[in-house]
């Protein structure tokens, strides 16, 4: 006898594909929750920097948390969006807003910059893996896949950047910032080619993809300019 469900008919092989979608679900989970920690607090440190009022550190903090996650879920048109399926996100970036900003007043400025530098990397390679497995579910190509996991690890920081009035590091400060997401995201690929399982996989690219970022901060590696006019 053949079982319907609202998407037709539900054979052997869907339900192993559906049985393992369940299984990713919760890790999925943690790692959006942990993602959406470290930007939140990028998002915090760099909005204090710049004195903003209780209402501006929330609105940078929220942007920065959620920001390339929501542009995946529109271009992915996975609704609700994650952060209004899962509420409880808002409220600890709330929390967060009231909580973290008198502790970083206490701390000295160049340790809130290297602060959110780590925060900002850890942000990237989590954001990134996230993203890559969404894409990898839905089907779509791997170049694809690849590309809406550098959305998800890299827009939240556009937006912060915006709102502070900064021009997006990513574009202006030549140190590999989507690029160590990109090449994170084929290393996610290339572990779950070769049969790792769904931890190691998202371990190993939000990994290389955070440990690039840092590596490239550490040793001031630098991406060449695109040339001007009076130097062709």
């Known amino acids: 006898m053949t079982v319907r469900v609202d998407c037709g008919t539900f054979p052997a092989a869907n339900l192993h594909r559906r049985t393992a979608a369940m299984t990713i679900e919760p890790l999925l989970t943690t790692i959006e929750i942990a993602a959406t920690l470290v930007f939140a607090i990028s998002g915090l440190i760099e909005a204090v920097h710049k004195r903003m009022d209780v209402v501006g550190v929330f609105a940078v903090a929220f942007v920065t948390a959620f920001g ?4 995946r879920d529109v271009l992915l048109d996975r609704r609700p969006l994650f952060w209004v399926q899962h509420q409880e996100y808002v409220w600890l970036v709330l929390a967060l ?4 900003p008198p502790l970083l007043r206490l701390i000295r400025h160049q340790w809130t910059h290297r602060a959110m ?4 990397a850890l942000g990237l390679g989590l954001f990134s893996v996230s993203g890559a497995s969404l894409a990898l579910a839905a089907g779509l190509p791997l170049i694809v896949v690849v590309l809406m996991g550098v959305i998800t690890g890299v827009f939240g920081g556009v937006m912060r950047d915006v709102l502070c009035n900064e021009i997006p590091l990513v574009f202006h400060d030549h140190c590999p910032y989507a690029l160590c997401a990109f090449v994170g995201g084929w290393a996610f690929l290339g572990a779950n080619a070769l049969g790792a399982e769904p931890l190691m996989a998202f371990a190993i690219g939000g990994g290389v993809a955070t440990g690039l970022r840092l590596l490239a901060l550490a040793w001031d590696w630098r991406i060449p300019a695109w040339p001007r006019e009076d130097e062709s």
Do not use: R
């Open 68 to 71: 390339g996650g929501t542009v």
């Open 97 to 100: 807003t009231l909580i973290a």
């Open 117 to 120: 530098q780590v925060t900002d």
